[in-house]
C-alpha cells in the first residue's frame, strides 16, 4: 500500500480563495472590511517571518492588516494596554500576539487579556472551556486545519477511532475536543501512555503533535489509517545542514496508512489559512451575520 499525500498547501489556498471571495462581498455588500491585528514584541527571527507572512497574506485576501512591533524589553502593561486598546477598535476583528514572549512577561495574562470574540487564536480561557463544553467557541487554527483536512479526506468521521498523540493545550487538548465534537471515539495520548504503539495501532484516525521527530512509525499504524503530521522538527542531515521533519516517519507510515500529511506541505499552510477564516468568522459574529460556510467547526 502506498499512502495518498494529503496536499494541505493547495487546500489552505483553497481556503484562502473563499476568505478572499466572502471579504469582497462584505466590502462590496455592507462596507465592512475585516481586520486582523498581529502584536510581535522581541527579535526572534521566526516569529518575524511568520508575522510578515501572516501580514502579507492578510492583505492578500482583501483584509486590513494591522501590525505592531514592539521592543524586547517592553513591559508587560505596556503590552496589555495596547491590547485593550485593540479590543476597542471596531476596525480590529482578530487579534493575535505571536509567541513566544519574552520571558519577563506572563504570556497567560496577556492571551487572556484579549477579548474572547476577538481571539482569534482561540487561546482565551473562555474559548478553551465554550470548546469543552463542545459550543460555540473561537478555535485554535492548527487543530481547525487538521480537522477540515480529516472531513475532506474522509467525510462523515462519526464512529472513526482517533488517537491524538500530544496533549498540549495548542494542539492536542482542541483537537481531541474538535474530534469529539465529530462523534469519533477519541483517545488523547503522549510520551508517558503505556504501549503506545498499540494504542496508535487501533486508530482510524491518528493526528500526531507530540514534538519528537519521526516517533510514530509505520509499524504503529493501522493498515488504511489516516495519519495527519503536525510536527515540524528541524534535524541534522547526513551531509551536513539540515531539513524539516514530521512527528510520523513519513517513509515507513506510508507504507502502512491510507493518507498522510507531508512536512513540510501538509498541515503546516493550514494554520495561517484557518486564521484568516477565524479573522472572517470573527468579523461576521461582530456584526451579527451569519458564520461562512465551510469555514468553521
Known amino acids: 500500500m502506498t499512502a495518498q499525500i494529503i496536499d494541505g498547501k493547495a487546500f489552505a489556498a483553497d481556503i484562502r480563495a473563499s476568505v478572499a471571495r466572502e471579504v469582497a462581498r462584505l466590502r462590496d455588500d455592507l462596507g465592512i472590511v475585516p481586520g486582523l ?26 483584509m486590513q492588516s494591522f501590525e505592531h512591533r514592539l521592543a524586547e524589553e517592553t ?71 487538521c480537522l477540515m483536512l480529516l472531513r475532506d479526506r474522509l467525510g462523515d468521521l462519526s464512529g472513526k477511532e482517533a488517537v491524538v498523540v500530544g496533549r498540549s493545550n495548542i494542539v492536542g487538548k482542541p483537537m481531541a475536543q474538535l474530534l469529539l ?18 494504542v496508535v495501532g487501533r486508530a482510524d484516525i491518528v493526528v500526531a503533535a507530540v514534538g519528537r521527530p519521526g516517533m510514530v512509525r509505520g509499524d504503529w499504524l493501522k493498515p488504511g489509517a489516516t495519519v495527519i503530521d503536525v510536527g515540524i522538527n528541524r534535524v541534522a542531515k547526513p551531509d551536513g545542514g539540515s531539513r524539516l ?8 507510515a506510508a507504507q502502512v496508512a491510507g ?34 460556510e465551510g469555514l468553521t467547526a
Open 181 to 198: 465534537g465529530d462523534n469519533c471515539t477519541v483517545t488523547l495520548a503522549h510520551s508517558h501512555t503505556a504501549d503506545l504503539p498499540s
Open 37 to 62: 491585528a498581529v502584536v510581535l514584541v522581541g527579535e526572534d527571527p521566526a516569529s518575524q517571518v511568520y508575522v510578515r507572512n501572516k501580514g502579507r497574506m492578510t492583505v492578500e485576501v482583501g
Open 75 to 145: 513591559e508587560e502593561q505596556q503590552l496589555l494596554g495596547l491590547i485593550d486598546r485593540l479590543n476597542a477598535d471596531p476596525q480590529v476583528h482578530g487579534i493575535l500576539v505571536q509567541l513566544p514572549l519574552p520571558a519577563h512577561i506572563d504570556a497567560a495574562n496577556v492571551l487572556d487579556r484579549v477579548a474572547p470574540e476577538k481571539d482569534v487564536d482561540g487561546f482565551h480561557t473562555v474559548n478553551v472551556g465554550l470548546l469543552g463544553q463542545g459550543r460555540r467557541a473561537m478555535v485554535p487554527c492548527t487543530p481547525l486545519g
Open 245 to 252: 521533519a514530521g512527528d510520523v516517519d513519513f517513509d515507513s
Open 259 to 292: 493518507a498522510i500529511t507531508p512536512v513540510p506541505g501538509g498541515v503546516g499552510p493550514m494554520t495561517i489559512a484557518c486564521l484568516l477564516a477565524n479573522t472572517l468568522t470573527a468579523c461576521r459574529r461582530a456584526n451579527g451575520l451569519p458564520e461562512p
